[in-house]
């Protein structure tokens, strides 16, 4: 039985031998401590930060940026327990071991039995409105953006990454700051940070790996502005992406999201330009971007989108394979279907590719095709709730692309000498797509499989051309409707 612990506000002196008495006590031993401090209280991070770091993955640190009562504290802590029973020990309140098992008995053999400090974690029951709580955060008449940086290991890209932010020429911002336990400088570096940016950056350091959706959860538990951006650690973004996000967005207030264009930095570096996806800036209508995303990612980062936050927050998130790969692609789509979006023609990211990136991780598991396929459906039936016909109606020829794609992965791995992974795309690609079996290419690569050495070579090199040069090369119109923006 894992108990949580949370401590809440407790001074520097109280909390060291608070944290002494819980780790050095032998009757309670599988227990994590969650720890929430607020601004007044940088000292008793330092202590806190020390102690995580002598008894790894044990300790949840949360550093908020606002001065919020203990009942917020608590509700925020709450929803990162991982325990089946939870104490609250706040304003300098100590730890009974006996009297917390006693209590947690009583709870185990009386449902309807309740506690002031100790409870069941599965009984957490939150919300916040956020159009109030955004509203109250205005400066000067601009409302506050909350920037959501979540980060695993890439202590190398973030000092970029935080300095575009700081860089921005719009000013009303917060930083919200959630660490996957990283082994590399990365906590240090945020740490250092947040001192510079005083008062504006919210941390959370989780006490081991829960993956990146409960990383991101504790970056969006700590945002409070009316537009949030979840923002790749790994990636930059230019200094007026804020601004001309916001006067966009503020200009057409039933826009869900802002969709910015992007320029790529690849492993070396290298800053490379593409094509905007559209050839202007403009309004689009949701149904017509929905079908635009079925067909295309679009926006392969999700960092290139700004959204309203009070709309972000109407979607609930399914659980399953497609959510864990394309859980923001779902969201966008959901979005689409409920309002209409901006698209902004100006490179406004710099987007890092490289590969260590998650969307280099799924290649050779084959979720780029099951995955894909599987999105593809879900797209269809979410339009078709929603009493949307035009994206359901594109599902065939998305299926169809979706095969394709699978033969040019098979290319690709054959092109890595990989041909177990690029046999599996291939048949992927006839199961998908059934009539891909009369495509040049498909013809091409079943000779293959059954050639000599030299001939292989011979057909890699006839494919080889059409595979590395897969990139968009145009920009497209807009969809019907859409309305230009200047």
Request: aromatic content about 10%; glycine content about 4%; proline content about 4%.
């Amino acid at each position: 039985m894992l108990l949580s612990i949370f401590i809440i506000d407790h001074s520097p002196t109280n909390l060291s031998a608070l944290l002494e008495y819980i780790f050095s006590q032998e009757k309670i031993t599988d227990f994590e401590v969650i720890i929430s401090e607020t601004p007044d209280r940088s000292s008793a991070l330092e202590i806190a930060n020390q102690y995580s770091n002598s008894h790894p993955g044990k300790i949840t640190l949360l550093h908020s940026h606002l001065s919020i009562d203990r009942n917020a504290s608590k509700n925020k802590i709450l929803a990162m327990a991982k325990g089946q029973y939870y104490i609250t020990l706040s304003l300098n309140q100590e730890f009974n071991p006996d009297e917390t098992l006693k209590t947690i008995s009583l709870l185990e053999s009386d449902p309807l039995y309740s506690h002031q400090l100790i409870g069941r974690v599965n009984e957490r029951n939150f919300s916040r409105n956020f159009s109030v709580q955004a509203k109250a955060l205005e400066s000067q008449g601009q409302p506050l953006v909350s920037i959501c940086i979540y980060n695993y290991n890439y202590g190398r890209y973030l000092v970029e990454c935080l300095e575009s932010v700081a860089a921005q020429t719009y000013k009303n911002i917060e930083i919200s700051f959630s660490d996957n336990a990283s082994t590399d400088e990365s906590w240090q570096i945020a740490m250092e940070f947040s001192k510079r940016y005083s008062g504006k950056m919210s941390l959370v350091r989780n006490r081991a790996n829960f993956g990146a959706g409960d990383n991101l959860a504790n970056c969006r538990r700590n945002a409070h502005g009316k537009y949030l951006l979840m923002l790749c650690s790994d990636d930059a973004i230019h200094p007026e992406f804020i601004e001309q996000c916001v006067i966009f967005l503020e200009n057409n207030p039933e826009a869900a999201f802002a969709l910015v264009h992007r320029e790529i930095i690849d492993e070396a570096g290298n800053t490379l330009s593409e094509p905007s996806f559209y050839n202007q800036t403009c309004l689009i209508q949701g149904e017509e971007q929905a079908a635009v995303y079925m067909m295309a990612a679009v926006n392969p980062s999700v960092s290139q989108v700004l959204y309203n936050h009070e709309k972000l927050m109407t979607y609930a998130q399914p659980h399953g394979l497609t959510v864990r790969w394309f859980g923001q692609r779902l969201l966008d789509f959901f979005l689409c279907l409920e309002s209409p979006i901006i698209y902004i023609k100006t490179p406004l990211l710099r987007n890092r590719v490289h590969g260590q990136s998650d969307g280099a991780a799924i290649d050779a598991s084959l979720v780029q095709g099951i995955g894909q396929y599987m999105l593809a459906l879900q797209f269809a039936e979410m339009s078709s709730q929603h009493g949307l016909k035009k994206p359901a109606t594109r599902l065939g020829n998305a299926i169809e692309k979706i095969g394709r794609l699978c033969l040019r992965y098979c290319t690709s791995f054959l092109l890595r000498h990989d041909e177990v992974t690029a046999l599996r795309y291939f048949h992927l690609a006839q199961a998908l797509f059934p009539g891909i079996e009369s495509d040049h290419d498909c013809k091409a690569l079943q000779k293959y499989w059954g050639a000599s050495t030299g001939e292989r070579q011979y057909i890699l090199e006839s494919l080889q051309n059409q595979t590395t040069n897969i990139s968009r090369k145009t920009s497209y119109d807009p969809p019907p409707g859409s309305i230009p923006l200047y």
